[in-house]
């Protein structure tokens, strides 16, 4: 966009609010406020001149300070932390365990688990409850101070239309005057050469001058009443925009959050149950097991031990060679005794010669 689009652009706002300003444009009810205004405006008067406009402007100006107090004292962060104190309340909803030995720890363990579940769903729920109802407490403000931007608005709507007819009288009294006294005034200073004619127009001059200034001030109140306008439907926007949210949020999020929350306790729940079936399975299944696996082996070693007869036929070989090196060892020792004695007696006969023969010696020396 070049400048001279930029200059069109400028001259056409001015074009606009020029017309906005002008008195024939006004309804007829508007044009007698302005006239009577107008007519009751004597420039000369230096504190009408300072008056002029005074009261709408100081309108404004407490009128702004009363939005910005309204802005001020209200905690805009508020809302956003009670959300977010909702949110951290759902997510540190969880389910924990403990680690469990034995038939009676199982189901203990699980009942303790579903308690725990259940109070912290309680507690979790009452914390829910009491932003909820902040939360509600907060949108009420809220909506509160939607109706009050609504006054306030039509406050500043009033405002501007007051504005429009003191900046409008001003301007018929400054074409007045540039028109009608300022040429009398000069005509009569020229005529007469009196000094005091001559301080009169310029009396009048500096009066217009201060009176022109003073309608400019109230078109820059105008503008900042103009200005207002959107600024009130945007904190209102704003306002009516998070009051939704906090409608919704009680009105939807919390209740799907309370069932999923509901929800989530009874699949804990019914995990906890299907856990303590898994479990108690998993100790029928070994039990089974094991008592089977002590069955078989019983079993089989009562079979075998059955069938086994009273001595065996290894004790009975070993026995039976036992006693077959018994009979064998007796006969020949039984033998090697026969023999001894067989020695023996001859030795014995022997013994019995040479005894003999010592004595028949012994007889015949």
Known sequence: MDDAENSW?????????????ALANLPPEDRKTVNELAAQTDIMDR???????????????????????????KDAGVAGKLLTDLVVEIKNFESSGEQKTGIKALFSGAKRS?????????????????????????????LKDIATYDALFENNVNYFKELKFYII???E??????????????????????????????????ALDRFEKKVHDLELS??????????IRLIQNNDAQLA???????????????????????????????????????????????????????TLEIAKESERGIVSIETIQQTNRDLIDTIT????????????RQNAETELARIEDELKQALITAKNP
């Not at 504190?47 to 004292?73: C, E």
Request: net charge neutral.
């Open 329 to 340: 060892g007796v006969l020949e020792i039984q033998r090697q005794g026969g023999e001894y």
């Open 222 to 231: 105008r503008m900042i009443s103009l200005q207002m306008a959107p600024q």
């Open 47 to 73: 504190g009408a001149v300072i008056a002029y406009g005074a009261a709408a402007q100081n309108k404004i100006a407490a009128f702004s300070d009363s939005v910005l107090k309204n802005i001020k004292s």
């Open 244 to 298: 939704d949210k906090i409608q919704s949020s009680i009105v939807n999020s919390i209740p799907l959050w309370k069932n999923q929350l509901v929800i989530s306790m009874g699949l804990a729940t019914a995990k906890a149950a299907l856990e303590t079936q898994r479990k108690v399975t998993e100790m029928t299944n070994d039990l089974l097991k094991k008592n089977s696996e002590a069955l078989k082996q019983g």
């Open 173 to 206: 009294k400054i074409r007045e005057t540039n028109e009608s006294l300022l040429p009398m005034l000069q005509e009569k200073a020229e005529a007469t050469g009196d000094q005091l004619d001559s301080q009169r127009l310029n009396d009048a001059r500096n």
């Open 114 to 142: 579903i308690d725990r579940l259940r109070a912290g769903y309680a507690k979790v729920e009452s914390n829910v409850d009491a932003i909820s109802n902040a939360l509600e407490e907060h949108r009420r403000f809220l």
């Open 169 to 171: 009288a001003g301007k």
């Open 9 to 21: 652009n400028l001259n056409d706002a001015g074009e606009i609010v020029a017309a906005e300003l």
